[in-house]
Nanobody, 115 residues
Framework: QVQLVESGGGSVQAGGSLRLSCVVS????????INWYRQAPGKQRESVAS???????TYTGSVKGRFTISRDIPNNTVYLRMDSLRPEDTVVYYC?????????WGQGSQVTVSS
């Protein structure tokens, strides 16, 4: 069974940094594409960053140059390092793994950025 457990959310002032972690179990971690999404109240969940089994990374435009996705293969953990945070980054962040026709999600991590 695929499980994703997140940690690392919190509150920070604008310009600050946070790092989210997502521990993944039940899948071949080194071969798996893992995504970070975020969702604001009343809005659709949007992709933020992804890392493939090859280690290739992609980012949505609004976070390029500020966020970094990385992974620790021995510990089955993916990270989202968030620098230069802005108040508009205040949302809930989710990690996700797709397996076949099913998406598996972490429990969500609230990030709050104050101006």
């Amino acid at each position: 069974q695929v499980q994703l457990v997140e940690s690392g959310g919190g509150s920070v002032q604008a310009g600050g940094s946070l790092r989210l972690s997502c521990v993944v179990s039940g899948t071949f971690f080194s071969l798996t594409t893992i995504n970070w999404y975020r969702q604001a109240p009343g809005k659709q969940r949007e992709s933020v960053a992804s890392i493939t089994g090859y280690g290739d990374t992609t980012y949505t435009g609004s976070v390029k140059g500020r966020f970094t996705i990385s992974r620790d293969i021995p510990n089955n953990t993916v990270y989202l390092r968030m620098d230069s945070l802005r108040p508009e980054d205040t949302v809930v962040y989710y990690c996700k793994v797709g397996r076949g026709y099913t998406d598996y999600w972490g429990q969500g991590s609230q990030v709050t950025v104050s101006s």
